[in-house]
């Protein structure tokens, strides 16, 4: 199956999922020069119940929080979006050191890792649905930098790594409200991608935000402890887990902000 290593990597998934050399492809470079203000862009909002939140599991790709998403239960709205998209999941990518692993790159900085919370279009009936739709899902997106004073409310989901160690491992995750994890600033960049892993379906809004939230290197090493493989087998440490980016064509990148 797909990886993240030489022979499975980035570069050979097209063999299986033609759709990831396509036209709209995430992550990309954003770039200042290239990206237009649209003093039309509402601001966004998020309407997260903590009593969502599922649990969290390793899945030998990255480390998820589920959340209950059979009804309008935590919302996404405003923005670039039209109506209310649905809170599914939240997940990262990191790198094997503190000076790369986002996938999104901004005027040439990597961050340490990036946060994916992802948000599907209820208009459809399902999520499968939605994913076959280019208005079908929403991801916001936040860097990760490693900084001194990191946030505490990234314990919370770092207190639980040690349950969730090796691929398949889950675990209760109770009375979790995500948007607890936000920087100050809402500025964001948006444009229309896809999924950074297979099938890389083209279905995506991303909302980029522009703020950082600050964790600290021993944080980072934390997420470099999950390892990729199940319980009984060999200990592969789960690292490195972002794809590069990918061309930008003829997308615009649109900002909030001046
Ligand atoms: N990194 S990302 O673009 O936010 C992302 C989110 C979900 C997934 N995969 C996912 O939801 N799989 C379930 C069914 C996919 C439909 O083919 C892959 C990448
Ligand atoms: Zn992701």
Known sequence: PWGYDGDNGPDQWHKNYPTAKGRHQSPIEINNKEVHYDRSLLPWFASYDPGAAKTILN???????????????????????????????????????????????????????????????????????AVRRTDGIAVLAIFLQVGKTPKPEMKRILEEINAIKTKGKEAPFPNFDPSILFPKSHDYWTYHGSFTTPPCEECITWIVLREPIIVSSDQMAKLRSLSKNAENEPDLPLVDNWRPTQPRYFRMVSASFL
């Open 59 to 129: 899945n030998g790709k990255t480390c998820r929080v589920v959340f209950d998403d059979s009804f309008d239960r935590s919302v996404l709205r405003g923005g670039p979006l039209q109506g209310v998209y649905r809170l599914r999941q939240l997940h990262f990518h990191w790198g094997s050191s503190d000076d790369h692993g986002s996938e999104h790159v901004v005027n040439g900085v990597r961050y340490a890792g990036e946060l994916h919370l992802l948000h599907w279009n209820p208009k459809y009936s399902n999520y499968l649905d």
